[in-house]
């Protein structure tokens, strides 16, 4: 939970965030493409495509971080 | 071509359907699940088609027609509202949504290809990732 007296003597910024515009997703590339971050360690699972649905319910029982489908 | 289809609330079936059409037909090599995922195949969601439907909108892959890797970003934005106009796409209020990333091949307007440079370290699983991290970049920069 977010400490409103913590922000408020320290003057902190909380910065909210829906999505991505174009340039983002670019940056984000960048980044990852240079090797300043690397998203694997939250990829936690892999499922073929027939496994879809298996993928989603282990992501809602909180199981996976991150799954991939690899068609 | 396969795809996850929704048909309705919790009912997913992996199924053949028709060639996608569009713009630009990618072929999908990987697509990371979101807990926006979840709550559609669950509950559905706004951004859905009526069922049944396509989704997964994190999405890295090959264009069909010239071989490059791309990542498919999850939404074009208007460039009309008042957010795009003032340089915030990514809080659009009228995207045109491009889900369909758990198949085979989704078909996607160019404006939401992005080029993926180079092969490593940029593996088809760190791309379709960088749906995830980029609105980490995005807070970066707002913040």
């Given at each position: 939970l977010i400490d409103g007296t913590a922000l408020f003597l320290r003057e902190l910024t909380v910065t909210a965030s829906y999505s991505a515009g174009p340039g983002d997703m670019r940056r984000a590339l960048d980044l990852i493409s240079s090797g300043r971050i690397d998203p694997l360690p939250l990829v936690s699972h892999r499922f073929a495509l027939d496994e879809t649905g298996r993928a989603l319910e282990l992501q809602r029982r909180g199981e996976a971080l991150k799954a991939v489908v690899v068609p | 071509?396969?795809?996850?289809?929704?048909?309705?609330?919790?009912?997913?079936?992996?199924?053949?359907?028709?060639?996608?059409?569009?713009?630009?037909?990618?072929?999908?090599?990987?697509?990371?699940?979101?807990?926006?995922?979840?709550?559609?195949?669950?509950?559905?969601?706004?951004?859905?088609?009526?069922?049944?439907?396509?989704?997964?909108?994190?999405?890295?892959?090959?264009?069909?027609?010239?071989?490059?890797?791309?990542?498919?970003?999850?939404?074009?934005?208007?460039?009309?509202?008042?957010?795009?106009?003032?340089?915030?796409?990514?809080?659009?209020?009228?995207?045109?949504?491009?889900?369909?990333?758990?198949?085979?091949?989704?078909?996607?307007?160019?404006?939401?290809?992005?080029?993926?440079?180079?092969?490593?370290p940029c593996t088809r699983s760190r791309a379709a990732a960088t749906r995830p991290t980029s609105p980490c970049s995005a807070a970066v920069r707002w913040g």
């Open positions: - | 071509v396969k795809a996850a289809v929704l048909h309705g609330p919790e009912d997913l079936r992996v199924q053949d359907v028709p060639e996608p059409d569009g713009e630009v037909i990618v072929t999908v090599q990987a697509a990371t699940t979101c807990g926006t995922d979840v709550k559609m195949w669950r509950h559905g969601h706004p951004a859905l088609q009526p069922y049944p439907c396509r989704f997964g909108h994190e999405t890295a892959g090959v264009r069909v027609d010239t071989g490059e890797r791309v990542l498919v970003s999850d939404s074009v934005a208007c460039g009309a509202c008042d957010p795009c106009r003032a340089g915030r796409a990514q809080i659009c209020r009228d995207p045109t949504w491009v889900l369909g990333g758990f198949a085979e091949r989704i078909a996607a307007p160019a404006g939401a290809l992005h080029p993926i440079p180079g092969e490593r």
